[in-house]
């Protein structure tokens, strides 16, 4: 376990909003793996790299590293259950993702709505060093969208 937590949480939160949630960072498309994607953001000794397959169902995992060793990493599988709004969906769930907390720095807030009839509902269990959970999206009621993550320190 890497002895500055409060620090690796800071770095995630900057990294999932520097990458995915905010649309930007460095997007690879070639990486080891065909047909993946592969986001990353790197702060003084630390790399966060997430890679991921898909889109309307798509699994993934993120990791940090600490001087080219890999101290941290979360898996997560997921899928849209409807093709139609599928970029309002995604959008939507960016924004949620911004709204990311330092007590559990895995995905965003525990629930989050706008004016347009979204939901998005994150529960998880346990903490930095070992963790799952689940996070959904409803559209006026009708879930859209579902994710379940899990992770946890790598020795």
Known sequence: M???VE???KFLINAKINTYASNSGRVFQQTILPDTKLLAFEQDDLVYRDIYFGFLQFAGQETV???DKVIWSMNYIGQSQTKENIDDIYAFLRK??????IDAPFRGPAA???SCGFYYKNQ???DIDFFHGEE???QNGVIVYK????GGWVS
């Open 124 to 126: 998880s269990e346990g």
């Open 65 to 67: 590293s600490l001087k």
């Open 2 to 4: 890497y002895c500055n």
């Open 96 to 101: 949620s993702l911004l709204k990311i907390s």
């Open 147 to 150: 994710l379940y993550y899990s």
């Open 112 to 114: 989050f709505s706008d």
């Open 136 to 138: 959904s999206i409803s």
């Open 7 to 9: 620090h690796i949480k």
